[in-house]
């Protein structure tokens, strides 16, 4: 008999979990809040520009996540990312950076490109704007409801791969009585989160700099990260230059709630006292985003939340793998939905 799923979020993680079923016995459905799909490894796009303001590439720092993508999906539009990254710290100094760079891709559409592909391999049900709520636990299954009460459907079995606090709230809320719940919840929620605030900052002309990007090492700098999307094939126009700025968590929370134009103007002022040139203090257009949830800072305890399986339902995500990178999560995501096939 064919087992049926629910993933909640199209993240990297749930990607690559539905990747990993698409042979198996279990029909997939995906339900995600947003209108697209890879969660923080998102791209846009404005005036020949590609951006990515969350991940910025994927490292090659997992062999079964190279296979993935250089062999078994589709590689046109691959594209490397060669120039070094370089490091500063609280005085500013822009320096070559003390180890040698791990190699990094993207795709000249973006970096989204990673979840269509892995999603386009399999015939799961993608369902976006979709605000999972909360569960229901009924009989040996579940179900599933939105943030307006809507009956999502019985499923055999979910998969939650929203960050840890998002997820620590969909249990919060479930209608679900065994004991395992309380403790479940409890050990998603203390995984810790890192808050950050992101500008994109675009100029009619290329800077002249000898790196992709640089960052901040010893977290004492207002600017956290600043990459050059011109280094990325197919990005930005020759002649042009976009800046892609994270801000460190002391900035981000103290700014978060500040008004966009505000925000942008002071990154675009941090960014320039950085870079040592007053030209970036007026960019002709720009961009932020808000990340709530940027980067898990610690990893669950897996022995306490294993219980879950034991109710059908799994967790996948950064905060799973124990590390907030893009590579970490599809590797992740990878191993859990094999166990997920055994287990359904």
């Not at 979020?9 to 690559?16: D, E, F, K």
């Not at 011109?230 to 002649?239: A, R, T, W």
């Not at 219980?307 to 793998?321: K, M, N, P, Q, S």
Request: charged fraction near 30%.
């Amino acid at each position: 008999m064919t087992a049926t799923l629910a993933v909640v979020g199209a993240g990297a993680a749930g990607a690559a979990a539905t990747y990993a079923l698409r042979d198996a016995s279990v029909e997939v459905t995906v339900l995600e809040k947003s209108r697209g799909v890879c969660g923080r490894a998102a791209t846009r796009r404005r005036d020949d520009c590609v951006y990515e303001y969350g991940a910025n590439y994927l490292k090659d720092a997992d062999d079964r996540v190279t296979e993935l993508v250089t062999d078994e999906l589709p590689t046109d539009g691959l594209v490397d990312v060669d120039d070094p990254i370089y490091a500063f710290e609280r005085d500013g100094e822009i320096r070559e950076g003390k180890e040698a760079d791990e190699h990094k891709w993207t795709y000249e559409a973006g970096i989204t490109q990673l979840a269509k592909r892995l999603f386009a391999e399999t015939e799961a049900n993608v369902r976006n704007e979709v605000t999972v709520e909360t569960l229901e636990r009924v009989g040996d299954g579940w179900r599933i409801y939105d943030d307006e009460g809507t009956d999502f459907g019985r499923y055999d079995g979910v998969l939650l791969t929203p960050p840890a606090p998002q997820t620590a709230d969909i249990l919060g809320q479930a209608e679900w009585s065994h004991d395992d719940r309380r403790s479940i919840r409890q050990t998603v929620a203390s995984v810790p989160y890192r808050t950050a605030v992101a500008g994109v900052l675009h100029y009619p002309f290329e800077l002249d700099v000898p790196w992709y990007a640089a960052v901040n090492t010893d977290k004492d700098h207002d600017v956290g990260w600043v990459a050059r999307e011109e280094c990325k094939s197919g990005h930005v126009p020759d002649g042009e230059s976009l800046l892609l700025v994270q801000m460190n968590e002391g900035w981000s929370v103290a700014n978060y709630d500040e008004r966009p134009d505000a925000l942008v103007e002071r990154i675009a002022r941090r960014t320039a006292h950085l870079l040592d040139d007053d030209r970036l203090t007026d960019p002709d257009w720009t961009d932020h985003q808000h990340w709530r949830y940027s980067q898990s800072e610690a990893t669950v305890d897996h022995d306490e939340i294993a219980t879950a399986r034991d109710h059908d339902l799994f967790f996948a995500g950064d905060w799973v793998a124990g590390e907030s990178r893009l590579h970490a999560a599809l590797r992740n995501g990878l191993d859990t939905g094999e166990a997920i096939a055994d287990t359904l």
